[in-house]
């Protein structure tokens, strides 16, 4: 692009104004949940019996018959053609960042030479798409292509425009999971069998245990005219250059700034369409980076919560372009500045309403509370390098660790109130009632404002998996990574160790010891042994990472070598045990994840290569040859002594552009050079640390080089938009 179009380009985000959102008449709690087939609708538009059966099935997971199946899809045959759908698709989550659908037409022949509007049971139930253009790691044979996606009914189906979407599970010809949706369901049936049967100890009626999930999204947007300026946010998400600006976060004048319009524009549409779709959004606001925001919805039940985050990440998409933005999802889409996270909040409650991770008022509460956060504790120690697994790749990496965001080290945050009551029960013997004080009062001597009440638990911003009091939030998830992957990992380790705890508990029950003082007795042996994973001091410190070492955490930071541990013994023995996945299942997902990581690296590569050549050096070169002309001038009309000084500093820019360009040049051949070595190795793993080790430092190294150019390069000539443009644009 010439300097010319970029100024307009620039110039014409300035002038946008903010799209009209039409005010409704109608309030959200009228228009939510419109375009989904939920219970109220069921009750609807299904006979009475047929709504029984379905409630059956969503509540206590019985098998679906294929004459109810029938009867559903006709009852929301009907409801969705009165939206104005004509197509159905089942919609799911492969091993890709996003989701996959294939619409089919409600159309069927009458046998009359006509047409007639047709929706079965089967259509609704499965579909065979082809599986061979998806992800499979090797688990789909080349002869056998098949794939089945079956209907999830515990996760409602929805409209969206004129397409009925059934959110499904995707499987192979043989029945292993290609997709999150599976392994998840079977993890959070997993721990709903462990911590339903622990929570007999204290509450006898508790049958079923929900895993919940709040999700808090964040997100930067840029506009779609610069965004389309910058070959390397189009194809790669991020950018693979550019000099920091000269203001950016470090007046902290954005974080929970007032909204720009054109943003708030932005969002109180999303807010509409996703309302509509049933997703409880609740809280939206400006984030620490310019341009940086988030959006958190109501939790929800982890599997809904996860297929809500997945069809918000869609809607964000869609509707940043009708407001002529584009929405980045990626985890660090600007170097210098913040990246951008998904905190995963999560907490398990019975079927009763009791939140287990919550304290109570009783001392029964309380040590059904110790006992859900002592083995939530012992889970994140004893998998603490898997749950890195789950959240690394190739885009989160460069966010974790890089002093915003969590470190590359999993640790829990417990704050000082529960450290000491651990501590407390670890140093006591025999039976002991637990009570915790409750909600600290501060009064505040400030005129007009009430007593406040404190939290239990301060902040700590550095730590990976924090409890908040009701609930642990796991923080180094990325902002466009599927949930799914942590909450895999999460909900299977605590169902293996709440499966544990039992185990030993009822071991020592059997020998004749009482109930409470068989849990307290277990409880003290695994807050001993699980002591290495809490540390509530700064994450973001050298100290921290040595201590970690020492305490036998997991500190690897190479990603290729941090996925290994998908396949480590005690991982492989984990999902076998509470039938979460298999290890071919798990061999498939990690070859997929490190594939999926060198190529990432391979596309940011070779963009960046073209750049380099094809608008960097010329443009250099351009302005450099300018210097030079007046150099030469210079010498022309000056005397010969006069003339050498009066072009010293130009000649000291000349040799400057030189150099840069020389080393640019240079690199960027060594990067091809490192890019045809590593395409030569045998396995993904291979070829991923060959990028990981090679590759990735040139794409910093040559950085270095185009940002001083940008700082040196008359700003006329200079073909991209530049930081200052891109985050300060609304
Ligand atoms: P912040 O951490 O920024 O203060 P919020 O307090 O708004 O964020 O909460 C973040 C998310 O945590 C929301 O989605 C909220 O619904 C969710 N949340 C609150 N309580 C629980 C809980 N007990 N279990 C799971 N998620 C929860
Ligand atoms: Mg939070």
């Known amino acids: 692009m010439s300097a010319t179009i970029r100024f307009q380009v620039v110039g014409e985000a300035f002038r946008r104004k903010a799209v009209e959102v039409p005010n409704r008449e109608d309030r959200p709690s009228e228009f939510f949940a419109k375009y989904v087939f939920n219970r109220s609708k069921m009750s609807q538009y299904l ?5 029984n059966k379905m409630c059956d099935v969503m509540d206590n997971g019985s098998k679906l018959d294929m004459d109810t199946a029938d009867a559903v899809a006709e009852g929301m045959k009907k409801w969705a053609m009165e939206l104005g759908a004509t197509h159905c698709t089942h919609w799911f989550q492969p091993l890709t960042e996003g989701t996959a659908e294939k619409h089919d037409g409600f159309v069927e022949h009458d046998g ?7 929706f079965t049971g089967k259509q609704l139930v499965q579909q065979e798409p082809d599986a061979s253009s998806f992800p499979n790691g090797g688990i789909r044979s080349t002869f056998e292509a098949r794939g089945y996606s079956a209907w999830d009914p515990a996760s409602p189906v929805f409209v969206i425009g004129d397409t009925l979407h059934i959110p499904t599970i995707f499987i192979s010809y043989t029945g292993e999971a290609l997709d999150y949706k599976t392994p998840l369901k079977r993890a959070l049936k997993a721990v709903d069998e462990a911590a339903t049967s622990v929570c007999r100890y204290f509450y006898p009626d508790v049958r079923k245990v929900i895993s919940n999930l709040g999700w808090e999204q964040e997100y930067f947007l840029v506009d779609e005219g610069l965004y389309a300026a910058r070959p390397d946010l189009l194809m790669t998400g991020r950018t693979l250059m550019g000099h920091d600006s000269a203001k950016n976060q470090q007046m902290d004048d954005h974080y929970l700034g007032s909204i720009p319009s054109r943003v708030a524009a932005f969002m109180k549409d999303l807010e509409i369409q996703a309302l509509e779709l049933g997703i409880p959004c609740k809280t939206r606001h400006n984030e620490v980076a310019p341009n940086q925001f988030e959006f958190a919805p109501i939790f929800e039940e982890t599997n809904i919560a996860v297929d809500h985050n997945m069809l918000f990440m869609g809607l964000m998409k869609s509707v940043a372009r009708k407001h002529g933005f584009r929405c980045l999802l990626h985890e660090k889409p600007f170097a210098g500045i ?83 009551v651990l501590a407390q029960i670890e140093e006591s013997e025999g039976h002991q009632d637990i009570h915790l004080s409750p909600k600290q009062k501060v009064s505040l001597d400030i005129p007009q404002i009430p007593q406040l009440m404190l939290d239990n638990t301060d902040r700590n911003r550095t730590s990976p998996f924090a409890f908040t009091g009701n609930r642990f939030e796991f923080r180094a998830v990325g902002s466009q990574q599927n949930c799914a992957a942590a909450m895999i990992v999460l909900n299977t380790a605590v169902a293996e160790a709440l499966t544990d705890f039992k185990e030993r508990v009822d071991a020592l029950i059997a020998g004749g010891m009482e109930t409470t003082n068989a849990i307290l007795s277990v409880l003290r042996q695994d807050i001993k042994t699980c002591k290495p994973i809490h540390f509530d001091g700064n994450g973001y410190s050298a100290e921290w990472r040595q201590e970690a070492e020492r305490r036998g955490l997991d500190t690897q930071s190479s990603v290729p070598h941090i996925l290994d541990c998908y396949l480590h013994q005690e991982t492989v023995d984990m999902f076998a045990r509470m039938n979460v996945m298999t290890q071919a299942e798990l061999h498939a997902r990690t070859e997929i994840k490190l594939e999926t990581y060198y190529k990432k690296i391979q596309i940011e590569a070779r963009v960046f290569a073209d750049l380099c050549l094809n608008h960097i050096l010329p443009t250099a070169y351009r302005y450099q040859n300018t210097l030079i002309n007046n150099v030469y001038k210079m010498n022309g009309i000056f005397p010969a002594q006069e003339a050498k000084e009066l072009n010293a500093h130009n000649l000291q820019l ?51 080089h185009v940002d001083k150019l940008e700082l040196i390069v008359d700003d006329e000539l200079w073909p991209l938009p530049k930081y200052r443009e891109l985050l300060f644009i609304h």
Request: with cysteine.
């Open 47 to 51: 006979p009475l019996e047929v709504y």
């Open 112 to 118: 009359h030479g006509g047409m007639i509007e047709e």
């Open 338 to 420: 913040n990246g951008s996270g998904k905190h995963n909040n999560w907490s398990l409650m019975t079927n009763t309403g009791i939140a287990l991770h919550q304290p109570g008022k009783t001392p029964q509460d309380n040590l059904r509370f110790i006992t859900f956060i002592v083995e939530t504790l012992m889970a994140v120690y004893r998998h603490n390098a898997l749950l890195k697994a789950s959240i690394i790749s190739a885009s989160n990496a460069h966010r974790l660790g890089a002093n915003e965001a969590p470190p590359l080290i999993v640790s829990t945050f417990l704050g000082t109130q529960l450290a000491q």
């Open 654 to 704: 000349i040799q400057t552009i030189t150099r840069h360009c020389t080393i640019i040049t240079q690199k960027v051949e060594d990067m091809r050079q490192a890019r045809k070595a590593a395409n030569t190795l045998d396995t993904p793993r291979e070829k991923a640390i060959g990028y990981h080790d090679t590759v990735a430092p040139l794409l910093q190294e040559i950085r270095y």
